[in-house]
């Protein structure tokens, strides 16, 4: 059989793309282009829009709330990014073992990626009420007599930090669980004939073989902390005063508070301009787009 028909009969052919990217281009593509059309309109959710020009893209560049959210966003993205990163690889890399009570603690802690944002926060918004929550408990321990963790910006926003973690951690954690039972074992077994410990096995080994998926899962954080919001609308609503208003929380503001649904589509846009050029960013200068696979060569 010719190279030609074995890629024919082996590759799938272009109409099995046809219903994911149908499903894309509608609930996609094509709301993404209203957004941008309507941020060039001034709209109050009622009525015809009416032209705009550049007013709302003006106005975000000279907004300062809106460019102090954008710092909180970035503060946010960070933070999480510091905490979930090596709490992920480290259960992960701990998951991976095949002992009996690895899968059975794995399972458990899996759990949280059943449950909906909503829900999550719902249920962290009652354990936090320093009245009748945890936070009584939990206030004291860290310096807020109390009990008020919500009522300061710093810890508020450290909440939510704890908060994203507690949900998200097990999805990044399955990530680096299936790339660390990839790795060879004759790497380890190697190395311990070489007489390298656990640590040194982790560092020469482990890391550098779960270097893709430190990259996968850094972008998915980071895209991700831009779409943070029904936590916080839960959680905190922005407060106390502003100090946990991400840039998801001031577009659903303006367009759903202040009924400014122009200005509101104006932030949604920049918001997808900034994800799309985050990701171009990391793509390029992280090797992400020139990766190979670890196990060439074995």
Request: hydrophobic share 50%.
């Amino acid at each position: 059989m010719s190279e030609g028909a074995l890629d024919r009969t082996t590759r799938p052919g272009l109409w099995y793309a046809v219903p994911a990217m149908v499903f894309f281009g509608l609930f996609a593509l094509v709301p993404l282009v209203f957004v941008v059309v309507l941020s060039f309109t001034h709209w109050n959710g009622l009525g015809d829009p009416q032209a705009a020009g550049l007013d709302n893209w003006q106005r975000i560049a000279a907004d300062p709330t809106v460019l102090d959210s954008l710092r909180i966003t970035v503060v946010l993205g960070v933070v999480c990014w510091l905490v979930q990163t090596p709490l992920s690889l480290l259960l992960g890399v701990w998951a991976a073992g095949h002992q009996r009570n690895r899968a059975v603690l794995s399972a458990v802690f899996f759990l949280p990626l059943l449950l909906s944002g909503a829900a999550v926060a719902i249920a962290w918004r009652s354990l936090l009420d320093p009245n009748f929550g945890l936070a009584s408990v939990l206030g004291p321990l860290v310096g807020i007599p109390d009990g008020n963790l919500l009522g300061s910006g710093t810890s508020a926003l450290m909440v939510i930090v704890v908060i994203v973690a507690w949900q998200f951690v097990p999805f990044h954690t399955l990530l680096y669980q299936a790339a660390a039972r990839r790795i060879p074992q004759q790497l380890y077994e190697a190395a311990r004939m070489d007489g390298a410990n656990r640590l040194h096995q982790f560092r020469h080994i482990t890391l550098p073989q779960l270097r893709n998926t430190i990259i996968t899962s850094s972008l998915l954080m980071v895209v991700g902390s831009l779409t943070y919001f029904e936590t916080i609308l839960i959680v905190t609503d922005g407060g106390p005063g502003r100090a946990t208003e991400v840039l998801p929380f001031r577009m659903y503001e303006a367009g759903f508070r202040s009924y400014e649904m122009g200005y509101g589509a104006a932030i949604a846009s920049a918001l997808v301009l900034i994800g799309t050029l985050l990701s171009l960013v990391m793509v390029r200068f992280s090797g992400f787009s020139k990766m190979r696979s670890t196990l060439e060569g074995l």
